[in-house]
């Protein structure tokens, strides 16, 4: 428990990561050291075997499923003998789908015309139109970026030293907009987030998805072994949590305590980042980032305007494990590879350069059983309120199992088989029945029984009501008193009178985070977050009445 309090305290920014470095090393001295694994056993885990699809379920209510997800959840519900709820009206649906696909409310021009609009594919009509508007994808990426823990700046600054920021951080921002919006494939983008620059000339043309890990944290006195740890650490953290939805970091200073992640498994893949470099590059430049012996690297000011933030190969090195995670006892050698769990057998040694294009295909490999299964929950949850793995990035032994394994992974095979479209598989969610239900239900007479079987929802017999986010209720303030810009590119200050821009174009800080978006929940951008919390406070509505945006 000390451990798992360490660790929070350290994601929250509240104690700095290289002491809580420490603390977590002493901690874990003390442990017990796990027995060997077995590994043939920890692969019949759900989350470790390959999704499968499932035939779609028989129920009785043949006429309301209109999308397989229908199939899945009514089958569950009639189990318990109960049934879905009614479907919501039409004003209630325009409302809810305009919001969730694209963080903005619909025009009264737009209700009414949806109102009067009885043509039997109407709705479909409307979600057609919503997913190919642009703003769809600003939507979906204020979904990714705290996920990659996006920021233009780092969590310490001596003085006006500025060397390690990210002024043009948000080309990573433009380039994450561009992917949702064109429909990139979910395998492809994981690639060019991970190794854009060994695609050849399609990596060219998406050099700034690198920034995925060209934004990490840096730290002063980057030379230093223990200071360069911490960074390898941030990167395995992010990608894994991301990408896998497993805590392979909780292993740099010993055997996972719950899932089948090795010290060496940790090290092997820390080994790829300590063979990359963080570079601020200008195209076409042969020598990025390059500061010589007294020369003094530039400020955030003395950047030129086309700096890409990205990463490329450095020094082709594999890592020792570090013994209770002390760089200065090491232990053997780690060839860089995949995580042992996720290869069918002993992991093959990455061969070409650090090693980030293997690990990237193997990510976005329809054999990897996570990829899919960890994405489409992820999307699942932000439209229903609730994913069906509640714990979205983990996993693993430690995290919750899905409430309807079934259906997440007929959703994921059904996704990669569909060329990891994001569009189909968000067209099928807000299509289907079960995201068309009433949110507002009374629980007495025939939902009764419903409200005491299942009184968290987790058979989604109803739909889950959702409070906006800080993204969505800014634009909707904008976007009602028809100031809302629809222009983005350099960030802006979020609380700067003249940004009427939607606010995932906001100025993300990891110094200080603007506090409207600390206010309302927007997550602490030094670390990977998986979800946001909700809180209600009295800071929140003094901000209503007298803030100078309202």
């Known amino acids: 428990?000390?451990?798992?309090?360490?660790?929070?305290?350290?994601?929250?920014?509240?104690?700095?990561?290289?002491?809580?470095?420490?603390?977590?090393?002493?901690?874990?001295?003390?442990?017990l050291t796990a027995g060997p694994i077995d590994w043939q056993k920890e692969q019949e885990f759900w989350s470790f075997q390959k999704p499968v699809q499932h035939p779609l379920p028989s129920v009785w209510q043949k006429v309301w499923p209109s999308q397989p997800i229908d199939f899945f959840v009514l089958a569950t519900l009639e189990a318990k003998g109960l049934k879905p709820s009614p479907e919501a009206s039409k004003r209630t649906l325009i409302r809810r789908v305009t919001f969730d696909l694209t963080g903005l409310p619909p025009t009264p021009e737009e209700v009414t015309a949806f109102l009067l609009d009885t043509r039997p594919d109407a709705y479909a009509q409307l979600v057609e139109r919503l997913v190919e508007s642009r703003a769809f994808g600003e939507r979906l990426a204020s979904l990714w970026l705290p996920l990659a823990r996006y920021a233009e700046d780092q969590a310490h600054q001596v003085?006006?030293?500025?060397?390690?920021?990210?002024?043009?951080?948000?080309?990573?921002?433009?380039?994450?907009?561009?992917?949702?919006?064109?429909?990139l494939p979910y395998d492809r983008f994981i690639k060019m987030q991970l190794a854009a620059d060994k695609y050849g000339c399609e990596g060219q043309e998406n050099l700034p998805a690198l920034g995925f890990l060209g934004l990490g944290p840096k730290y002063y006195?980057?030379?230093?072994?223990?200071?360069?740890?911490?960074?390898?650490?941030?990167?395995?953290?992010?990608?894994?949590?991301?990408?896998?939805?497993?805590?392979?970091?909780?292993?740099?200073?010993?055997?996972?305590?719950?899932?089948?992640?090795?010290?060496?498994?940790y090290y092997a893949l820390a080994g790829v980042f300590a063979s990359t470099k963080m570079v601020n590059k200008v195209p076409g430049e042969a020598a990025p980032d390059v500061v010589g012996e007294g020369q003094k690297a530039p400020s955030a000011k003395e950047m030129s305007s086309a700096t890409i933030h990205m990463v490329e190969d450095g020094e082709i090195k594999?890592?020792?494990?570090?013994?209770?995670?002390?760089?200065?006892?090491k232990g053997e050698l780690a060839e860089r590879s995949l995580p042992r769990i996720l290869c069918n057998g002993e992991p093959k040694p990455f061969q070409d350069g650090s090693g980030r294009k293997e690990l990237a295909e193997a990510i976005g490999s329809p054999d990897n059983p996570l990829t899919a299964r960890v994405f489409v929950n992820r999307i699942f949850g932000s439209f229903f309120g609730r994913p069906l793995v509640s714990t979205p990035s983990n996993f693993g032994h430690s995290g919750q199992p899905p409430s309807n394994p079934e259906l997440l992974d007929d959703l994921a095979v059904r996704f990669m088989q569909e060329g990891w479209s994001v569009k189909s598989l968000v067209r099928?969610?807000?299509?289907?029945?079960?995201?068309?239900?009433?949110?507002?239900?009374?629980?007495?007479?025939?939902?009764?029984?419903?409200?005491?079987?299942?009184?968290?929802?987790?058979?989604?017999?109803?739909?889950?009501?959702?409070r906006l986010s800080v993204e969505?209720?800014?634009?909707?303030?904008?976007?009602?008193?028809?100031?809302?810009s629809d222009r983005g590119g350099k960030s802006l200050e979020l609380d700067d009178p003249?940004?009427?821009?939607?606010?995932?174009?906001?100025?993300?800080?990891?110094?200080?985070?603007n506090d409207t978006f600390m206010q309302f929940d927007y997550p602490d951008a030094n670390v990977h977050a998986e979800k946001r919390t909700v809180t209600t406070t009295p800071i929140?509505?003094?901000?209503?009445?007298?803030?100078?945006?309202?």
């Open 159 to 183: 003085g006006d030293d500025t060397k390690f920021f990210y002024p043009y951080a948000y080309k990573y921002r433009a380039w994450v907009i561009g992917a949702f919006n064109h429909d």
């Open 540 to 550: 929140q509505k003094l901000f209503m009445l007298n803030s100078p945006f309202v």
């Open 472 to 484: 969505e209720w800014r634009d909707s303030v904008l976007f009602t008193c028809n100031q809302l």
């Open 221 to 265: 006195n980057r030379n230093r072994i223990d200071v360069m740890a911490d960074e390898w650490e941030d990167r395995v953290d992010t990608l894994s949590r991301t990408m896998l939805g497993l805590t392979v970091a909780c292993a740099r200073c010993h055997d996972h305590k719950f899932d089948p992640i090795t010290t060496h498994d």
């Open 318 to 329: 594999n890592l020792n494990i570090f013994i209770r995670g002390n760089p200065e006892r």
């Open 1 to 31: 428990m000390m451990i798992l309090f360490a660790r929070h305290m350290m994601e929250r920014a509240i104690w700095p990561r290289r002491a809580l470095t420490s603390i977590i090393a002493l901690l874990c001295s003390a442990s």
């Open 428 to 466: 099928e969610i807000v299509l289907s029945s079960t995201y068309k239900q009433r949110s507002t239900i009374s629980i007495s007479g025939q939902f009764k029984d419903a409200a005491r079987i299942d009184p968290e929802n987790l058979m989604l017999w109803h739909m889950n009501r959702k």
């Open 498 to 513: 003249k940004n009427f821009r939607r606010t995932v174009y906001g100025r993300v800080s990891r110094l200080k985070l």
